[in-house]
């Protein structure tokens, strides 16, 4: 069984929170934690609760799997599951012609170059 590393979930919160143009105060805030423990927490000093990581989780928009072991989806591949499921579903067909017709026209340029 993979052991998460406290190092490593620092850092991708870190990096996830820095790529959401927030600052630590506003997180820690979300989070209510001080900012000292978020620094902590994103420098592998220190670990927490179950239930600040479904928090880290909803705050971030990443899964915890993705938080705890850098596996899962990423948030771009969340925030176009949720785009997709805002659609109704006569048009997800559409979508999905769509989405092939990309990638097979990205597969011909590769294969071409």
């Known amino acids: 069984m993979q052991k998460p590393d406290k190092r490593a979930i620092g850092e991708r919160i870190r990096k996830h929170r820095e790529e959401l143009n927030m600052s630590r105060e506003q997180l820690s805030e979300i989070m209510g934690i001080t900012s000292k423990f978020l620094s902590d927490i994103e420098f592998g000093l220190r670990g927490f609760s179950i239930e600040k990581l479904f928090l880290f989780s909803e705050s971030l928009n990443l899964s915890t799997e993705y938080i705890l072991f850098g596996t899962g989806p990423s948030i771009n591949d969340r925030i176009f599951l949720q785009s997709i499921n805002k659609c109704p579903e006569e048009k ?17 340029d590769t294969k071409t170059v």
């Open 92 to 108: 997800k067909e559409y979508l999905l012609l769509i989405l092939n017709k990309i990638i097979e026209s990205y597969n011909i």
